[in-house]
């Protein structure tokens, strides 16, 4: 999720690039760079740290080379330091380029540059990219890019100069965003369209396969094969604000909207035909642990649960879930028998961390699961596995915890795997798994029906959600989700448990959302539904294609999933639902009141 910018114009590029890359700072970066372009030199800059920091660096009027790329960096591979940052050159400093995206085969790429005699600066994947243009390029750039993306796997959006051809940028993509414009001064590219709308709102979006080379005087778009492809415009109606948010009203509505991509991004690389592969997890002895402790906070906290109800079905370990803000003071057992699994979106929670730092000391081994590259957690574990969901800005998590939910799935496959054990549907559950992306976007297209549904709490004060077994997940991170946005107050309980007490609060118009998706549970589960409609609840059941819901109203089925899966569309739907009432009650969605996006201290 890094930010490109380039130019090739009649003005100055610099300015230009830095207004570009200034308009997607909002989304979080380590480090940031530019290269400058005449036919004598490539002129570049780049440094840890803040695009102000870079700015200040550089005595910007005096810059008046008028092509240029620019970048800001979010760490996916290399930790964030002066030299993983882009732009990436070649040793004669006479190509330059910036990516975004991951290149999954970048090692076996690196050994065979490195046999031919090329040395790498960075710990980057994108520095392959530099060199195999190099090795291809004889004075052709386009022709060198065809050539290179052919050896690419992974998801990349890139873009080039080059001292041969200094009114040109090159920019080619696939399974990462790249967007082109034209104004009189020149002409744009950049990984998102606020990084240009300043300059045209008439934007042409490459789709997947595309290349296309920039001069001063316009933009032409081509194949990998070379052919010339008409150029498809769109008119981009918002502003500058709306364009950050993708268009959409608030950061947390569009990254719901992000989780298909943030999913399949975050399995990239891992499942290989039907075979999953977490390096990470090789020193793992999994001879040698007794116990399994799954530790974090919040939302991450309930991706713990869930993980630990896997463990508990396919290994023969105990397992423990523990909010990290507890376990320090419980007398659980942590030595060298023991795996902690440590899960944190930031990667900077002190609950969290602090829990780590004991566990180490006391010899367990140590993983990390976090979505920040570089980030404190990161540093500390023994080793760490990271959700590629891209920057999460809006306080509540969402893309963050499905993709935990995602990743947790295929290490506990993997930790399965050493155990000798083989997971009861492993091969369909693996399936499902990698059509999660479009059973999400299944999911988005309910948003209409759970706007409607979240209009229920108008004048609500409260709402509970129950379930059973791997619903529970579902059901403690929808009520989450509602009270930190909307205010509601919202309760989950256990559908068996709810007789026991909790039922005495339900009275007519209450709103109970009942999750019954688990096959083994769920006619228990609607019995425990219908005692509350009984007593006037307003009930919204998320139940499988096959359940019968005799008598219910508002019933959402989620497509045919292996059980196991399930909470990844229910979290979606219920997101849905929460941002809906928060939004109909007229909250700010993004800043919840009393709520930090990373909470560091304890
Ligand atoms: C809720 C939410 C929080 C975080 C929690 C842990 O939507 O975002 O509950 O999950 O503060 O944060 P990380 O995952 O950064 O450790």
């Known amino acids: 999720m890094c930010g490109i910018t380039g130019f090739t114009g ?8 830095l207004k570009g890359l200034e308009s997607l700072e909002y989304r979080g970066y380590d480090s940031a760079g530019v290269t400058l372009v005449t036919e004598d030199a490539l002129f570049t800059q780049k440094r840890k740290g803040r695009l102000a920091d870079l700015e200040s660096s550089m005595d910007v009027p005096s810059f008046m080379q008028t092509t240029g790329i620019g970048h800001t960096r979010w760490a996916t591979h290399g930790v964030p330091s002066q030299l993983n940052s882009h732009p990436h050159t070649n040793e004669k400093e006479t190509i330059s380029i ?17 046999a031919l005699g090329y040395v790498f600066q960075s710990d980057t994947d994108s520095e392959v990219i530099v060199h195999l243009l190099d090795h291809y390029y004889q004075g052709d750039m386009m ?3 065809q050539k290179t993306v052919q050896q690419l796997n992974g998801s990349y959006a890139i873009c080039v100069v080059t001292t041969d051809h200094p009114d040109e940028v090159y920019v080619a993509k696939d399974s990462s965003p790249m967007v082109i414009g034209h104004s009189e001064n020149g002409s744009y590219c950049a990984s998102d369209i606020p990084a240009i709308l300043e300059y045209t709102k008439d934007v042409v979006i490459l789709e997947d396969g595309q290349m296309a080379k920039l001069t001063p005087n316009g933009v032409a778009v081509f194949d990998f094969a ?11 109606p918002y502003d500058m604000n709306a364009a950050q948010k993708g268009g959409y009203t608030t950061f947390m509505e569009k990254e719901i909207y992000e989780q298909p991509v943030a999913i399949k991004e975050t399995m990239r690389g891992i499942i290989d035909h039907g075979q ?39 290994l023969g370990r105990i397992v423990t879930c523990v909010a990290a803000s507890e376990f320090r003071y419980g007398n659980y057992p942590v030595n060298e028998n023991t795996l902690c699994v440590f899960v944190t979106q930031s990667g900077e929670t002190a609950d969290t961390l602090a829990a780590l730092k004991m566990s180490k000391e006391k010899g367990a081994q140590c993983i990390a699961v976090t979505n920040v590259l570089g980030s404190s957690i990161s540093r500390y574990a023994d080793q760490t596995l990271y959700t590629s969901a891209g920057p999460e800005i809006a306080v509540a998590s969402t893309k963050a915890f499905t993709t935990q939910l995602v990743l947790l799935t295929l290490m506990v496959f993997d930790l399965a795997k050493k155990e000798g054990r083989e997971i009861p549907d492993g091969d369909a559950i693996l399936k499902d798994l990698q059509r999660m992306p479009e059973i999400v976007k299944e999911m988005l297209e309910k948003a209409p029906l759970m706007d409607q549904y979240a209009y229920f709490l108008d004048n609500q004060y409260d709402a509970y959600f129950i379930g059973r077994q791997m619903d529970y997940v579902g059901v403690v991170e929808g009520a989450l989700k509602l009270k930190e946005i909307s205010y509601v107050h919202a309760d989950a309980y256990l559908a068996g448990e709810l007789k026991h007490g909790s039922i005495a609060l339900i009275e007519k118009d209450t709103v109970v959302v009942a999750l019954a998706t688990e096959p083994s549970v769920a006619a228990k589960t609607i019995s425990n539904i219908e005692e509350t409609v009984a007593r006037g609840a307003n009930v919204i059941l998320i139940t499988t294609q096959q359940q019968d819901a005799p008598g219910f109203k508002n019933v959402i089925r989620i497509p045919d999933i292996h059980p196991v899966l399930a909470t990844i569309p229910v979290t979606v739907l219920l997101q849905l639902f929460a941002y809906y009432a928060a939004v109909h009650k007229g909250r700010d969605v993004d800043k919840p009141r009393n709520l930090a996006k990373s909470v560091t201290v304890e």
């Open 226 to 236: 070379g052919n010339a492809l008409e150029t498809k415009v769109t008119h981009i």
């Open 143 to 145: 022709e060198a890019i």
């Open 276 to 314: 999953i592969h977490l390096p990470q997890l090789d020193a793992v002895d999994m001879q040698k642990i007794q116990y399994v402790h799954f530790v974090a906070c919040g939302t991450a906290y309930h991706a713990c649960l869930y993980a630990q109800a896997l463990v508990q079905k396919w």
């Open 10 to 17: 009649k003005v100055p590029a610099l300015p230009i690039l």
């Open 98 to 114: 910036v990516h975004n995206g991951i290149i999954e085969n970048y090692q076996s790429i690196k050994e065979k540059l490195i």
